[in-house]
């Protein structure tokens, strides 16, 4: 199955990269603000984005120093959270309320947030802030996927393991997706 059009494509010269430009602490700021303009982040996050562009640039200039650079990434986390550019527990409060109208149940959260380098004292704290219920975000989610009480009574008894498994998955306990899948539809 190798033709002309398919040779031709494979034996294209390659396009060169466009060389990385020199890291200095004014383009790591400078990385930093772009990539803050865009995304709410937590220091953790922008800490990996920051160390990934140097990582780059190490590569390309092997004889460069990048520790020196590494002690210019913690420089900048440390000016941007004095100027208020980061803030662990706004990105916290903001993820958890993101994600608490999508639906999520906590665990989900959680691990979401631990992913992002946020404390779990924190999380604890933001979460029981928001007054979590279990339940009724386990019926938010089934409303948006019309699973269980949301799907029609003829289906509803040929889908329930199927729907009790999505819940599942989607991180909520055995005991809510019981409760959510003997709901009544009626009373919705």
């Not at 990269?17 to 922008?46: A, C, F, G, M």
């Not at 404390?119 to 089934?142: C, F, G, H």
Request: charged share 35%; glycine share 4%; hydrophobic share 35%.
């Amino acid at each position: 199955m190798f033709d002309a059009d398919n040779e031709e494509y494979f034996n294209k010269p390659q396009q060169k990269r466009r060389p990385q430009k020199k890291i200095t602490l004014q383009r790591l700021k400078n990385i930093s603000l772009y990539y803050l303009q865009r995304y709410e982040s937590s220091v953790d996050n922008l800490r990996g984005v920051l160390k990934r562009r140097v990582e780059a640039y190490a590569r390309e200039n092997p004889q460069w120093n990048k520790e020196e650079a590494y002690l210019w990434v913690e420089d900048v986390l440390m000016e941007f959270e004095k100027l208020h550019y980061l803030d662990d527990s706004r990105f916290a409060e903001m993820k958890v309320r993101n994600y608490l109208n999508a639906g999520k149940p906590a665990r989900y959260i959680q691990n979401k947030l631990r992913e992002k380098g946020i404390n779990e004292q924190l999380i604890a704290d933001v979460l029981s802030n928001m007054e979590y219920d279990a339940l009724s975000m386990a019926l938010k989610l089934a409303k948006r996927k019309k699973i269980g009480p949301y799907r029609s009574q003829e289906n509803r008894r040929e889908y329930r393991q199927k729907d009790m498994g999505y819940l599942i998955r989607a991180g909520f306990d055995y005991d809510i997706v019981c409760q959510v899948l003997d709901y009544d539809s009626e009373l919705l």
